[in-house]
C-alpha cells in the first residue's frame, strides 16, 4: 500500500465522490470496485478525510455486517485523527464532530445485526449523545430518523436488516 499526498486531496475526494455516485445509480458493483482501489492508493496512514470517507461509504455497500463494521471502524478511526481545519479545506462548513452521530449510528446498526446489542447500545448512545451538533436539515434529520429506527430494533431484538441500512 502507498499513501498519498495532501496535493492529490482533490482529486481523491472527487473520485470518491464519482464512485458514490455510481453506487447512488445503481451500480454498487462499480463504486465498491472503485472505493477499494481508492483505498489502496490512500494506504491505511494517508489523509484521514479520505480514509474516513471511503471507509465510510464502503461500509455501506457491504451486505455482511462483519465486513461493514470493518470499514465503519476504520472511518471511526480515521475521523478521530481527523482536525477540523482539514475537513475545511474540502468544505467550509464541515467540523469533524458532525461525523461522530452517523459514525457511532453506523456501528450500532452493524452490532446489533450481529447480535451484540451491549456494543450497539453504547454505539447507539454515543449517537445520541452527539446528534445535537447537527443541523436540522435533511442529512440531520436522517441521522435522527436512523436512531429512532435503530433504537426500535434493539427494543425488538431484531437483527435483520434495516431499510436505510
Do not use: K
Request: glycine share 10%; net charge negative.
Amino acid at each position: 500500500m502507498t499513501t498519498e499526498t495532501t496535493s492529490a486531496a482533490d482529486e481523491t475526494m472527487a473520485a470518491i465522490g464519482e464512485a458514490v455516485t455510481a453506487g447512488h445509480r445503481g451500480d454498487p458493483e462499480r463504486a465498491h470496485a472503485e472505493l477499494t482501489e481508492l483505498w489502496e492508493r490512500v494506504g491505511v496512514t494517508g489523509d484521514p478525510l479520505h480514509r474516513c470517507t471511503i471507509g465510510h461509504y464502503l461500509a455501506d455497500l457491504c451486505d455482511d455486517p462483519a465486513e461493514a463494521l470493518v470499514w465503519d471502524i476504520r472511518a471511526l478511526d480515521a475521523a478521530d485523527a481527523l482536525t477540523d481545519e482539514r475537513a475545511q479545506q474540502h468544505d467550509a462548513g464541515l467540523s469533524v464532530a458532525g461525523f461522530y452521530p452517523s459514525l457511532h449510528l453506523n456501528l450500532a446498526d452493524n452490532f446489533r445485526r450481529l447480535g451484540s446489542f451491549a456494543a450497539a447500545r453504547r454505539h447507539l448512545d454515543a449517537a445520541r449523545d452527539r446528534v445535537g451538533i447537527l443541523a436540522d436539515d435533511g442529512y440531520g434529520s436522517t441521522v435522527r430518523m436512523g436512531i429512532g429506527h435503530l433504537e426500535e430494533a434493539l427494543a425488538a431484538g431484531s437483527t435483520e436488516r434495516l431499510p436505510s441500512h
